[in-house]
């Protein structure tokens, strides 16, 4: 079936500095592919999204791009914020009968340091 | 635009007591889902209707947990009985259309903690 491995967390960096969280699939067929973000408190919400393979996903200085020849979506900002401490969620979406069905993977805590 | 809504925030239960969450999703949205979302892991489908009719509700336990949506708009989730492993949030999200490339949005989920 339909499944999604995020790296392990949780990770924890100092503002400024670079971020990679990788993403790696499974699915049957062509996927579209998301990255959520749950802020404390709050309710997922779509950071970004890319629908075919090499498309590039961005919003808020978050990138990712699909790879599908590695089965891949790696989320990366150049210059992370305090604001930016959150659960990040890698999410697969088929098309089809699935009628638009997300698998999400286990998701990785982010914590940004002054 | 108003968002997803969902109620209770919290709820604490004992086992074998049932419980029943509230959605009301963005006004239009034909889709609906059901996620759960047990702690340190992602969110599960467990039911998605399109418009009043369910679409999948293949991971939902159907000796346990019921759901409809009445008239294609709110909807509610049920759980009888509660059993320990039910802890988790409840999380209600609509969409569109529930195609592949559209948007779904979260509500702020109902964390059920059952002792």
């Known amino acids: 079936g339909d499944s999604v491995t995020q790296m392990e967390g949780p990770v924890t960096l100092s503002e400024e500095a670079f971020l990679t969280i990788n993403c790696t699939y499974t699915?049957?067929?062509?996927?579209?592919l998301f990255w959520y973000v749950q802020y404390p408190g709050e309710g997922l919400q779509l950071l970004l999204k890319?629908?075919?393979?090499?498309d590039k996903g961005s919003n808020k200085g978050f990138e990712a791009t699909y790879r599908k020849e590695t089965t891949s979506f790696h989320l990366e900002k150049g210059s992370v914020q305090v604001s930016d401490s959150a659960v990040y969620f890698c999410a697969l979406m088929v098309g089809g009968t699935s009628y638009g069905k997300l698998t999400f993977g286990q998701g990785t805590i982010l914590t940004v340091h002054p | 635009e108003a968002g997803v809504a969902q109620s209770p925030r919290y709820k604490i239960i004992e086992k074998r007591q049932s419980v029943a969450f509230w959605c009301n999703p963005i006004s239009g949205h034909a889709t609906l889902y059901w996620y759960q979302q047990i702690l340190g892991q992602g969110p599960k489908l467990l039911i998605q209707f399109q418009n009043n009719g369910v679409v999948d509700d293949s991971q939902l336990p159907k000796d346990r947990f019921s759901a409809e949506r009445l008239k294609g708009v709110d909807s509610t989730l049920k759980i009888q009985p509660a059993k320990l492993e039910d802890s988790a949030v409840y999380l209600c999200a609509s969409s569109p259309s529930g195609t592949a490339n559209t948007e779904a949005f979260f509500g702020q989920g109902t964390r059920l903690t059952v002792v």
């Open positions: 699915a049957t067929g062509y996927p579209s």
């Open positions: 890319a629908t075919k393979a090499d």
